[in-house]
């Protein structure tokens, strides 16, 4: 049985991945429809087996006498392996796995039809999520068992879902908006062309109550001549207002900016790399080091790259004790981000991958940045890992799953290309 699903699987792909080119128009959108249905379909099949892995992996780390507090650990790692996506996500792509599973079956089956995506499925059980099983199986039966679900919008879904949610519960509604207010929140994430966007989860009047100050705030600057547009000015508005400075000041708060002696000094435009941004352009961060130097006390801290590989290898820990020193080290060798493939969480943990308990040295080789998370997935039972160094010099680690499924992490490029000669790069890392 698995061996035919797994064929039909593969011959699918290998169908998919053919040029569309000599098709016409009719069957084009044919194609579209089609392909859409069997992504809706092969979502459901993804959430009965990551159902039916749940269920296996608890019972066996059960039998393994794991601790019933830690049961279920390193799970969604192992769905977020399998699906190249974070273990935070893939922990809520399981969590929806089990409520379609066994509490929402209409839905299920209209996904298993091709008609409803994962997306839409998900709005429903978020709509749901507080309401007794009883009454989200109503909710489930009224806009899924005649498919109006799968005619919907998603701003229309969501309306939808969340009206029978009122009128079913509306204690429970009224309770869960008061939680959220618990889970207020600042987040950042890189946008393209050196911006990021800054974001905060508020109470709806708190949110209401900043915008409309920033819009009055444009608004008087605009009256009274201001050239910017609306949006620059509110922008620039947030950013006075919370850090009590101009916003074109230079921030003086501690700002990791690793690049090449070479960019540094203009003599290659080598890519640098901005703590908790990413990639920058070099004439970008010299304009960055410029600013800095103008505004406040700036000091370089000497990293040494190999001369064949380009690959960091040391850092001149004068400043810290040496773990400290080194800690900071590994996390700026795998660029701020957990070392799990697809997770892209902020690093939380300098992790041994030997573990110190089995001989494991603390040395660069043998550490990597993971988030909390990562690190206590992998202490579950069945987790490997093994460090080692490629070809090229790049510090790689292979993780081995309880089903044994292999997978590998490549320390990502520094900044600078390798050169095909031997030389002595050194890379800075300039805080101001």
Avoid at 172 to 190: D, F, G, L
């Amino acid at each position: 049985m698995f061996e035919l699903l797994i064929s039909r699987v593969r011959e699918a792909k290998t169908a998919l991945a053919q040029d569309p080119s000599d098709l016409s128009d009719a069957e084009l959108v044919d194609l579209l429809r089609e392909v859409e249905e069997l992504k809706c379909a092969a979502a459901a099949a993804q959430a009965v087996a990551a159902v039916r892995l749940d269920e296996s992996q608890r019972q066996a780390q059960v039998a393994a006498g794991v601790r019933a507090e830690r049961v279920g650990e390193g799970i969604a790692e192992q769905v977020g392996l399998a699906r190249h996506e974070s273990p935070t996500k893939a922990a809520r792509l399981l969590g929806l796995a089990k409520v379609l599973h066994h509490e929402m079956p209409q839905t299920m089956a209209l996904m298993r039809a091709g008609r409803l995506n994962e997306w839409r499925a998900t709005i429903l059980a978020r709509e749901t999520a507080c309401l007794p099983l009883a009454d989200r199986q109503v909710v489930d039966e009224r806009l899924c068992a005649d498919g109006r679900a799968a005619t919907m919008s998603d701003l229309a879904l969501t309306r939808a879902a969340k009206k029978l949610a009122c009128e079913l519960d509306p204690a429970s509604v009224a309770e869960r908006a008061r939680r959220a207010e618990t889970e207020r929140h600042v987040t950042i994430r890189p946008a393209p062309d050196t911006m990021c966007w800054v974001s905060a989860l508020l109470p709806v009047k708190q949110g209401v109550s900043i915008y409309a100050t920033l819009l009055a705030a444009a608004a008087a600057g605009r009256a009274q001549g201001d050239e910017r547009s609306k949006g620059q000015v509110m922008a620039d508005t947030l950013v006075e207002r919370v850090t009590g400075a101009p916003a074109d000041e230079p921030a003086r708060v501690e700002v990791k900016l690793v690049m090449t002696d070479r960019a540094l000094f203009a003599a290659t435009d080598d890519a640098a790399h901005l703590e908790g941004y990413g990639p920058v352009p070099a004439p970008w961060a010299r304009a960055f080091v410029t600013d800095a130097m103008r505004a406040t006390r700036l000091w370089i801290r000497r990293l040494y790259t190999s001369p064949l590989t380009g690959q960091l290898v040391s850092m001149d820990s004068r400043a810290r004790l040496a773990p400290e020193a080194l800690a900071e080290f590994v996390a700026t060798r795998d660029q701020d981000l957990c070392r799990t493939p697809w997770c892209g969480a902020p690093i939380r943990h300098t992790d041994h991958i030997r573990s110190w308990e089995h001989g494991g040295p603390t040395t660069a080789t043998n550490l990597q940045g993971l988030c909390e998370r990562c690190n206590h997935a992998k202490q579950a039972p069945g987790w490997l890992a093994r460090a080692s160094t490629d070809p090229s010099g790049v510090h790689t680690v292979e993780i081995t799953t309880p089903t044994g499924h292999r997978h590998r992490s490549r320390a990502p490029d520094p900044p600078g290309e390798v050169c095909p000669v031997p030389r002595q790069p050194v890379e800075y890392e300039l805080i101001g």
